[in-house]
């Protein structure tokens, strides 16, 4: 399944990217499979992904829990919440 993967906020300067585009390897069909594959690249990944920083994912510019099934093509977005006033 290939993806286009948005990075926003301290993930686009932490991970050094604003995006990219990824082939998931067969099993991983969910975002939650997503962001754990991502997190396994160590250091910054996983300290952004699988520690206890706060994220939010859209899946086709529409906001996903990490149960959200991913398809083919599918932009994610990856970003931290923001808050406004």
């Keep these: ?4 993967l948005r990075y926003f906020a301290r993930l ?9 585009s990824i082939t998931l390897p ?6 939650a499979g997503l962001v754990t594959h991502l997190a396994a690249r160590g250091d ?5 992904l699988a520690g206890e920083k706060v994220f939010r994912v859209a899946l ?6 990490f149960s959200a099934p991913l398809h ?6 990856i970003f931290p ?3 406004g006033g």
């Design 12 to 20: 686009r300067e932490r991970f050094g990217r604003d995006g990219e």
């Design 72 to 77: 083919d093509g599918a932009e994610v977005a």
């Design 26 to 31: 067969a099993g991983i069909e969910s975002v």
């Design 1 to 4: 399944m290939q993806l286009q």
């Design 44 to 48: 910054a990944w996983a300290e952004e």
């Design 60 to 65: 086709d510019q529409e906001l996903v829990d």
């Design 81 to 83: 919440p923001v808050t």
